[in-house]
């Protein structure tokens, strides 16, 4: 369709940014080493690396992998930690040697974990110890070769680090027992790395830079290809949108989400890379005093986030009393952000809570709003420039303005495909180049897209559709709700009926309460006919609510 979006472009925001500026993440990462060699880089549990420091460590580990190891250029390299300082060196490392990043969740099960190293073929794995137990259980049954442990203290220095190992192993018992035959410390893959050269790599556009996993939340887990080309462009599309407010060399971002994640990866890790940016790196922050008591250590600019974080860190008392002077951009996205939430976020800290709207598959963002938000709009923004976008039903027909239908999206960020899964692939593209999203979306005429809801978290009421996103955003109004979840059960009646499941702030409140609310703001076949009180909702690892387990139960 007509990019009418582009007239709603922020000033200083181009419809087009260069994908050729860097032959690939590596070249990347060489020039900002080398523009912001003595500006902190990255910064974990208040230990510091420079980029010089982090460009002579990854050069280390890069040629590790080569010369010690002798991995074949293209060779997959899983990393399987949580925000620690071995994370980002590991990362640019194996990237600088010609390597395929597989990103593993940490918390992944023995079959999950089993499943991604057999389908990526990776070759190595670098590992927090904490996890080493559930890589034993599979290890006889992947192809992994190399197994590099390291610990959460193992970067902090003396006698910080040896402390920190001290309480998760001893004190706090985060460790259980593993044994894996021919392990190396990551520090002794630095030392061994040391003893040789890093070789160049000639590394370009269609090369794979990561293997990102889709998670698996319908059937097994995909793992879309991201390449360099994809990557570099998203990053561009991101730093086009954001350059008008930031200053290169001058930014602190909190970097909560986990970096093995495509939305902190892209915006945080990579975008932030490119302007010699601090990352601040919080590796639980699920521990919401913990986290708040590291914000207050940080004259922070930006902070990215889900809907989940935001609302932990505004509902403890303390969080209002940081200084927010600094803040400039608070980004949401991997879920939709309520209105409650972004209300409230812009009353405590004065800066608007953005929202933007990616995949996995897009490298990962596809709309962002515009920084110089004034009020909460319910829409996910702009496509993001040199990105289409296309509405379509389900024949494959372009809707017009304001009828809703599939978000369809076509751009350099866009995946080329899924890692040995040609159906798949074919599946989720349309003939003319577009990738299904599986989002249901509506645009309007000033190109701002509002979405709907996924087409399988649908409710069909009485024939009529109930998206859970519209749902869910008026309980969440209710000062007595914390968190709340949205989904379809069966209904004798209509099919389907609405059921929410809620976690109280207000112990007080009750469902009858809760569902007259509703009526005040819902058309009648909205409100929830059930309502279920929890202590906790199920969430993903990025602290996405899952519906589909609550679905299942």
Same mark, same amino acid.
């Given at each position: 369709m007509e990019k009418i979006w582009l007239k709603s472009y922020p000033p200083g925001v181009p419809a087009e940014i260069d994908v050729n500026e860097f032959r690939s993440l590596g070249d990347l990462f060489d020039r900002s080493v080398k523009r912001f060699a003595d500006k902190t880089a990255y910064i974990c549990m208040g230990k510091g690396v420079t980029y010089a420091e982090l460009d002579a460590l990854s050069a280390r580990f890069g040629a590790f992998l080569q010369g010690e190891l002798g991995l074949?250029?293209?060779?997959?390299?899983?990393?399987?930690?949580?925000?620690?300082?071995?994370?980002?060196?590991?990362?640019?490392?194996?990237?600088?040697?010609?390597?395929?990043?597989?990103?593993?969740?940490?918390?992944?099960?023995?079959r999950e974990l089993g499943h991604q190293?057999?389908?990526?073929?990776?070759?190595?794995?670098?590992?927090l110890e904490n996890f080493a137990h559930t890589l034993e259980q599979v290890r006889a049954l992947v192809p992994i070769k190399h197994v590099i442990v390291t610990s959460l203290g193992e970067m902090l220095g003396f006698p910080k680090g040896a402390i920190v190992n001290f309480v998760v192993r001893r004190v706090r018992k985060l460790v259980p027992a593993w044994t894996l035959d021919g392990h190396l410390s990551f520090g002794d893959a630095l030392?061994?790395? *040391?003893?040789?050269?890093? =070789?160049?790599?000639? +590394?370009?556009?269609?090369? #794979?830079?990561? $293997?990102?996993? !889709?998670?698996?939340?319908?059937?097994?887990?995909?793992?879309a290809v991201l390449t360099h080309r994809n990557?570099?462009?998203?990053?561009?599309?991101?730093?086009?949108?954001?350059?008008?407010?930031?200053?290169?060399?001058?930014?602190?971002?909190?970097?909560?989400?986990?970096?093995?994640?495509?939305?902190?990866?892209?915006?945080?890790?990579?975008?932030?890379?490119?302007?010699?940016?601090?990352?601040?790196?919080?590796?639980?922050?699920?521990?919401?005093?913990?986290?708040?008591?590291?914000?207050?250590?940080?004259?922070?600019?930006?902070?990215?986030?889900?809907?989940?974080?935001?609302?932990?860190?505004?509902?403890?008392?303390?969080?209002a009393k940081l200084d927010f002077s600094s803040l400039r951009v608070a980004l949401g996205g991997g879920m939709a952000v309520?209105?409650?939430? *972004?209300?409230?976020?812009? =009353?405590?800290?004065? +800066?608007?809570?953005?929202? #933007?709207?990616? $995949?996995?598959? !897009?490298?990962?963002?596809?709309?962002?709003?515009?920084?110089?938000?004034?009020?909460?709009n319910h829409s996910i923004g702009l496509p993001v420039s040199s990105t289409e976008v296309s509405v379509r039903d389900d024949d494959g027909?372009?809707?017009?303005?304001?009828?809703?239908?599939?978000?369809?999206?076509?751009?350099?960020?866009?995946?080329?495909?899924?890692?040995?899964?040609?159906?798949?692939?074919?599946?989720?593209?349309?003939?003319?180049?577009?990738?299904?999203?599986?989002?249901?979306?509506?645009?309007?005429?000033?190109?701002?897209?509002?979405?709907?809801?996924?087409?399988?978290?649908?409710?069909?009421?009485?024939?009529?559709?109930?998206?859970?996103?519209?749902?869910?955003?008026?309980?969440?109004?209710?000062?007595?709700?914390?968190?709340?979840?949205?989904?379809?059960?069966?209904?004798?009646?209509?099919?389907?009926?609405?059921?929410?499941?809620?976690?109280?702030k207000d112990p007080a409140l009750t469902a009858e309460a809760l569902i007259a609310h509703c009526r005040e703001n819902l058309t009648g076949y909205k409100v929830p006919h059930r309502v279920e009180f929890r202590d906790e909702l199920p969430k993903s690892n990025v602290g996405k609510i899952l519906r589909r387990e609550l679905r299942e139960h």
């Open positions: 074949p250029r293209g060779a997959r390299v899983a990393l399987m930690m949580p925000n620690v300082l071995q994370y980002p060196i590991a990362m640019f490392g194996a990237l600088r040697a010609g390597y395929t990043i597989v990103n593993v969740n940490p918390l992944y099960t023995a190293l057999k389908d990526s073929g990776a070759e190595a794995i670098v590992i030392a061994r790395g *040391a003893a040789h050269t890093l =070789q160049p790599v000639e +590394v370009g556009h269609d090369d #794979a830079a990561f $293997l990102q996993y !889709t998670g698996g939340t319908t059937g097994v887990a995909k793992g990557i570099i462009a998203n990053l561009q599309q991101a730093h086009a949108w954001i350059s008008p407010v930031v200053t290169e060399g001058r930014e602190i971002i909190i970097t909560a989400l986990p970096l093995y994640h495509i939305f902190s990866l892209t915006a945080n890790c990579l975008t932030f890379i490119k302007i010699g940016a601090s990352n601040v790196l919080i590796p639980n922050p699920r521990d919401i005093p913990g986290f708040i008591k590291e914000l207050s250590r940080h004259r922070f600019t930006v902070i990215t986030g889900v809907n989940t974080l935001f609302n932990a860190l505004l509902n403890n008392p303390e969080f309520q209105q409650a939430v *972004a209300e409230k976020w812009k =009353q405590i800290t004065g +800066v608007a809570l953005v929202e #933007a709207y990616g $995949l996995t598959e !897009t490298s990962p963002a596809v709309t962002i709003n515009p920084l110089d938000l004034t009020a909460f027909i372009e809707q017009p303005v304001g009828q809703r239908g599939e978000l369809c999206v076509r751009g350099p960020q866009v995946t080329p495909g899924y890692w040995n899964r040609p159906e798949e692939t074919r599946r989720v593209f349309t003939a003319d180049g577009f990738l299904r999203t599986g989002d249901i979306a509506v645009i309007d005429e000033n190109g701002f897209i509002t979405l709907v809801d996924r087409k399988k978290d649908m409710i069909l009421v009485s024939g009529f559709n109930v998206y859970p996103n519209e749902v869910e955003d008026v309980v969440a109004s209710h000062p007595g709700v914390l968190e709340v979840a949205a989904i379809g059960v069966p209904d004798e009646r209509s099919g389907e009926a609405v059921k929410v499941f809620v976690v109280r």
